[in-house]
């Protein structure tokens, strides 16, 4: 009764409803992920936005679940076939939480996930290591926080479609995350979309659309840095 | 001398540097299209944001360019080899220079492009009456103003990739279209990504990107509505 | 002595002054309700914005009041004779407690009050299977948070009076319900007009002004969805 | 071709699409008032921010236009049958022309109109001299620009249903209305809604909406101040 | 050591140095009133802004000190010759402990203090019942929050000399203070001047600089309302 | 008929109304000038924001109009009984029409005004020089654009009662004068109170009903600098 | 009459006072530079923001004047001694006059000065190739508008003091350049300060006090790129 | 694993990566101070930003890190040939943690530091008494926080070069140091440039970048207020 779940979603857009943790109890949370699991289609069912309690709770109640504490997010049920690639940049450590949602989201959609940390433009030779890498992904997201202008340099070097996502990382004029979504949104690098602040999950879904319609041939999971 | 073209741009991003002529003389205009035709590559040389001066100017002088009065865009050369189809939405009569925009430079950087008209939330069964088109299409661009509420109501329906363009209509408290812009960064239909406030050519750009990858089968240019 | 009550409020408007228990102890809360309760009128005493702790304390103090604990609100005393009716829509399940304070006042300020929930524009066909439900309204108060876009979706479906509560639900860029307020203000659909962030106690009371005025025939309260 | 009108609109919400004259001709703007001048439904068609250049060429093509230089707006076709009371007050002389637009659009939509000026909180007793006037109308629209404190002293006042229209008016930290409209959303006293700033257009949308459902015994339209 | 203090400040412009104890520990602000009670000059040591904890410490290290805990105030010392008379009006009882600050402050100063409380615009009568009583004052305080419509209706009604003190009483839009303030920046009643938001300390100091300049006759301290 | 003026208000609050020119015609400032001309009371009728058309049209139809073109005002009849004598510093020569406007309406309403001109923070030693003629003022105005500065460093020297004036001088992040009004808001000279960007008309009102209570013995108007 | 310069600033802070020509009329500038001329001291006289009316005044009544159309600027008399090298860094070419502004006043006061135009970090290896140059100067004035990325991205590569200046370029989100100064605020590169939006000049006379300190050896001027 | 250092920076700026310890556990920061002080350099490893608890994690685990309590900061290893000096001033004793924070880490990086304490601009003659000390320093740097105002009068006094820190004290509308920030970058006083709130850790590298650079002749470290 407390809530009444978008079940045509899935039909509607091929991405079911996914449980938005914050807010909930854990036994709410618990029961949506077992509702959601229910439904046909061949995605697991998602939660996101856990707390320390409910990640104990879902872990405990659902042990098939896949549960990670840095994303705070937690999955049921089969991932569906691989779909393509998509590569998540961080730009410091402190960005992690949000770089690891997207990871987490996207994984569970069916790409092949690759993550790069601690890119920040104050050490580009570090960014110019992984350029390789860059070329050969379907989607790219680049999470970065205070002033936000890694996406621009990467969307200086790459014509992969590029998904910014601003993080609240920062402090004083940093403004909770709005200095960096507004210095996204207005890159000089053109074609940069952008997501709203700590976004990580709105960015994977918007990648994993990208990269399921044309997976570009080799790409597989791995670690880059 | 008195610009310094990125000219290895196309080279390392597949995309050209493209003229914004705001702010420059009909002649530089003119100039730098001419420049940016003699470069190597698949793409004709663009220049957007024309006055009405440097629109007749190109006109006159580049007697081959493509020319659009509502786009304010112009184009010079050979378009690249069919990629794609992407559909543009747009909210409301006012919102059609932005939309035109994304339509040239699709449609120059390759792409089919259709054009959904005139079909704000406010009267939704315009916008029902086109649903099948908007599955078809391999990229999406929504274009509002004012509370910027068409995206989500898209967003809801399809599962293709979304971007969505705020637009400056609307006066007082649409703040020259920030309202617009936070409201499809909120989005509760996840998976959209958003744009500055009239740049239609990002949109383009980002929208051409992701459709050269995987064009659907069997989609070809005509006008929606 | 800690506050002076406007007695004559009830006089001038019809509506008499309400308990707003934010930032009073317990003890005032009880106190004021049982002073408001002595007031002439057709009216019960109300309270709105009640802590837990104030909450078990006007129930064990004042065992005639009925107190709800979603919407945070008390209220003791005869309601007034029936007067119209009012149908509060909410976008997502944490839009629920702003929801319940609409209804909860207008339920005492004598309106037959409807709950529509959980349907955000993301789901459009939960929207279209109540619309009949809309048409019978004699007010409707629409709820949401994140982009606000209900208000303008509904409004374009029925020319019913609607009034329009943003809330604070969401995050980084919603910049605590000013977005979603934004967007309402800004509406494509004329003849909105719009309450403060989570303000469901002011929407109650400007609805049921609407509603009583005119009831329209047949409706009666019952739960649609 | 330039516009495709909602014209289900009037069926669905009884209200018709209206003409935005702000940003086109005006040779748009007549050929808008014809087209909707044959749609069927009871109202007439009308337009709203009219330049002074429409306003001449829709008085010159259109004879039997109704058109209103201070409101800029215009109105062809038979008015619907006569549908309750709205009173229009404003606060100071700057902001006649928005009250103008509410109280033309109004009298349009089918109500009696009745309007009082300059009565600014500076100088209460010109407010309490017409608080008879007040109780008698359906609905109240309180415009209002710098602080826009008038709409708090009149809803603390009346219970008639009132809403409130910020304007432009004022200078520095009014930003542009802004201000206004902050000061309307927080009003002490309950029960008042608000309109966009400058929307007069709007308030009387919804004014009438109100009125219409139960027009108060003996209401007629006359100038009060 | 861990201050300076300005023990010129008395001489260069009458009034000495306060202590301001917010992040200050209980001890530090024991031992700054303790110092400033040892310079010359005719006022008492002040602190404004104690915690509960440095509230109790005050009165047991400092026995003679006159405490006010819904002031959060503290005074050592003999009071100056009485200068003039202030009256502190405020809107709603959550406004009280600006009020209370001002009212604190202006007394230690030499002022003979009035209260007049919970005199919000809503409700007119309260205020009109006191008008006599604000044409007696040498200087007007007036404290509001939410859309802090006081002053404009208060200075509509006398010409004594008045400033507005906002305050951060409201949720949503009013911004933590910023509506109010913005308000009575731009009243439309001509004269009055503006303090920071709940800087009921700053207000005194300016009534008393103003009240003790031109001490009306017969003015003497009691409580209004 | 296009206005009614608040007549009343000279009885109320000793000050008469004022005419607001801007968007008013020279035609219209010229009739309420002569309107307020003939209300009893002993000040002149004053108009403030004069254009140049109006300003010339005043001294052509009023010869007896004292008309000041940088303050951009106009006023006409006896000045009342000197009361007390008013200062007004500047910061910057741009701040001269505001600062102008101050010393215009205070002399109209009687005061003694001194002017000190262009002595802003980043040339200490120009105020130093001036401290003196500080001192004797019964209301200093500090007229100040930019970072808004003067104002705390000049009451950091005098008691006298002290009037921020922000101006709208500067660029950029200036944001037209909203940082000169925040810096002064937050002065850490305590004792400041702050009027409307722009606002030397209210400044002035304020300053003349302070200085008019005890004008200090010996004032007299003088050019300081 | 008009002005009071302040003729001591060159003693105390070694830089004299600058004439700020927007505002002033033709006449008024070129008196204030004669003035400035006057004075001792070994910096010629300046004056910023020239419209093209005074800039051609200045050019006819003062033949000796260095006048820069692009820049805005004029100066008049001898440049002092060399004095350390300033390297100007723009981003996009209508960052231009900012840059210009800052290159002109730089030169004036004694500085050996760089440009580097049109290196902004959509095309990294632009500035990649002039990567030594940056090291050899005595400080960096990095200009750029839109997200304002070029600063971080050069201080990541060099430890030269770097003042970094935001411009106005961009539209929509962009906001006039509080974008780019909020991003260069927030810089996570370390050791980056920042100026106001547009302030050329500004920078200039930061970047000449640093480098005059300790100019590096073998610095001269010369035309970078 | 959890951080990738950026071991190159020294190479590339002179200045090595700093540990940002702020949301980093009492293990990790020890740790990453460990990792630093490995790197060739002649720096110390510096960490800032440290909780209660990991300040004392770094002194009981790394018995020679010189731990400072109010700055909040730790390093480890021998600090670099002196290079110049530094005067640190505040405005207020509310501003010492960030200027505690400048002056240690400028110490570390070599500096001769000098603090001049509780100077704000309200008591001119503390800073007028110190007017020698400032002309001494290679470089200024002034931190303050509520309207900001103490790098003006400084600027005007001295030709130093000189950095402003606004600080987050204040409230209401100080805007958690916004206002400050904002005064600082419109200062009328030239050549001020300007940090991040409450940064005084970027304060320092840039100023020991331009210190060392030229150190005065005969500067040397010593408690100056
Ligand atoms: N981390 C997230 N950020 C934004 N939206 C989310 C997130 N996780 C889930 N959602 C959305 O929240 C919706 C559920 O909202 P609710 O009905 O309030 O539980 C889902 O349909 C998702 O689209
Ligand atoms: N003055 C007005 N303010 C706001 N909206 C208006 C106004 N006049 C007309 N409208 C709306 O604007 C819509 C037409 O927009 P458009 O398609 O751009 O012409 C109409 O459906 C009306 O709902
Ligand atoms: N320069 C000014 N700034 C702000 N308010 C003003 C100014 N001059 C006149 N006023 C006010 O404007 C009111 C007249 O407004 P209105 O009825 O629109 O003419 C007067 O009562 C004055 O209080
Ligand atoms: N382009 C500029 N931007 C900011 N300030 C400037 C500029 N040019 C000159 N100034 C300053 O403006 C002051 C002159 O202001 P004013 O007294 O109004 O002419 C000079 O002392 C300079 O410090
Ligand atoms: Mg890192
Ligand atoms: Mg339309
Ligand atoms: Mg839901
Ligand atoms: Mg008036
Ligand atoms: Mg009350
Ligand atoms: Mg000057
Ligand atoms: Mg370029
Ligand atoms: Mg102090």
Known sequence: GFARLDTHRALRTG?????????????Q???????????????????????????????????????????????????????????????????????????FVA????????????????GLHRLLAVLGDLHEADCLVVVAGMEGALPSVVGGLVGVPLIAVPTSVGYGSALGGLTAMLGMLNSCAPGITVCNIDNGFGAAVAAARIARRAPAAGAAEREVA
Chains 1, 2, 3, 4, 5, 6, 7, 8 share one sequence.
């Open 107 to 122: 994984a569970e959609y069916g790409c092949a996930v690759r993550r790069i940390r601690d890119v920040g433009v104050a």
């Open 29 to 103: 949370t618990v029961a949506l992920l077992r509702a959601l699991r229910e439904q046909p289609g061949d995605r697991p069912a998602l939660a996101t936005r856990l707390s320390d309690e409910t990640l104990a709770a879902v872990a405990a109640a659902l042990p098939d679940a896949r549960v990670d504490t840095v994303a705070r997010c937690a999955a049921l049920g089969d991932r569906p076939a691989p779909g393509g690639s998509v590569t998540v940049l961080s730009a410091g450590t402190s960005d992690e939480p949000v770089a690891a949602e997207t990871a």
């Open 15 to 27: 991405d079911p409803e996914v449980v938005y943790a914050a807010g909930k109890t854990p036994q």
